[in-house]
């Protein structure tokens, strides 16, 4: 089994995530300078491969990586969370991910803004807002 955010020889960088309560994520957006479709390839740790399992049901799975897994690169991506019937959680919680450095033969820099669109409800009628958080880089970020 693969220790997430550990993958042999390969350079990679764990973000988190703050979701606040009932707030329901859209997406996320991964700005990288330059580079080909396949500089770096984005796997979400367990719990939030298992949280958004439907939105990810087009990534492929790796045995090596030990999660599911999706290409990202030249400049910026897009990598949808919604699906349809998603339900905003009760408590806060953190969506994790890692960045993993899969062209090793370019020297190319991880993004250090990876930002997040949410739908978050407010006001007696339910209406929403969209907000936009910053994914903190490192797993013990809150």
Same mark, same amino acid.
């Given at each position: 089994?693969?220790? %997430?955010? /550990?993958?042999?020889?390969?350079? $990679?960088?764990?973000?988190? &995530?703050?979701?606040?309560?009932?707030? =329901? !994520? *859209?997406?996320?957006?991964?700005?990288?300078?330059?580079?080909?479709?396949?500089?770096?390839?984005?796997?979400?740790?367990?719990?939030?491969?298992?949280?958004?399992?439907?939105?990810?049901?087009? %990534?492929? /799975?790796?045995?090596?990586?030990? $999660?599911?897994?999706?290409? &990202?690169?030249?400049?910026?991506?897009? =990598? !949808? *969370?919604?699906?349809?019937?998603?339900?905003?959680?009760?408590?806060?919680?953190?969506?994790?991910?890692?960045?993993?450095?899969?062209?090793?033969?370019?020297?190319?820099?991880?993004?250090?803004?990876?930002?997040?669109?949410?739908?978050?409800?407010?006001?007696?009628?339910?209406?929403?807002?969209?907000?936009?958080?910053?994914?903190?880089?490192?797993?013990?970020?809150?």
């Amino acid at each position: 089994m693969v220790e %997430f955010g /550990r993958y042999g020889r390969r350079e $990679s960088r764990i973000y988190t &995530v703050p979701v606040e309560a009932h707030a =329901i !994520p *859209l997406s996320l957006h991964v700005q990288l300078g330059g580079g080909g479709a396949r500089d770096f390839v984005f796997v979400p740790d367990g719990d939030t491969a298992q949280e958004l399992a439907p939105a990810f049901q087009g %990534f492929a /799975r790796s045995d090596a990586l030990g $999660s599911l897994f999706r290409y &990202v690169g030249g400049g910026r991506t897009e =990598i !949808p *969370l919604e699906y349809p019937g998603a339900r905003g959680a009760t408590s806060p919680r953190r969506l994790r991910f890692a960045l993993v450095k899969w062209d090793v033969t370019k020297n190319l820099e991880f993004p250090d803004a990876v930002h997040c669109l949410l739908r978050v409800p407010f006001g007696r009628e339910g209406r929403a807002m969209h907000e936009i958080v910053t994914a903190h880089v490192g797993e013990d970020a809150r």
